[in-house]
């Protein structure tokens, strides 16, 4: 069974930092393209970073790109997302997925075919 764990989120002030994990069982991580994705009350789920399988390529929606970085460990089999300079814009639900092929942050989230239950990250003073 393939599955997606995601960790690490909570209540942040502005400019603090975060890492979230994402652990995956039931596949390799390095044999899949992994997303973050974020999702704010009363709006659509966008994508934010990915890393590609095999060769590890990143991907950062503007929003984030100097601030987030997207990182694969393959023995733990695990994603992180470490998030620095936290804004409150960044305010929502993070969720990990994954997909076999290529990944892009501009891809849909009917994308990707296994998802975690999310980690709610909060940036408030």
């Known amino acids: 069974q393939l599955q997606l764990v995601e960790s690490g989120g909570g209540l942040v002030q502005p400019g603090g930092s975060l890492r979230l994990s994402c652990a995956a069982s039931?596949?390799?991580?390095?044999?899949?393209?992994i997303g973050w994705f974020r999702q704010a009350p009363g709006k659509e789920r966008e994508g934010v970073s990915c890393?590609?399988?095999?060769?590890?390529?990143?991907y950062y929606a503007d929003s984030v790109k100097g601030r987030f970085t997207i990182s694969r460990d393959n023995a733990k089999n695990t994603v992180y997302l470490q998030m620095n300079s936290l804004k409150p814009e960044d305010t929502g639900v993070y969720y990990c997925?994954?997909?076999?092929?290529?990944?892009?942050?501009?891809?849909?989230?009917?994308?990707?075919?296994?998802w975690g239950q999310g980690t709610q990250v909060t940036v408030s003073s």
């Open positions: 997925a994954g997909r076999r092929g290529s990944v892009s942050v501009y891809l849909p989230p009917s994308s990707f075919a296994y």
């Open positions: 039931g596949f390799s991580v390095d044999y899949y393209s």
């Open positions: 890393i590609s399988s095999s060769a590890g390529s990143t």
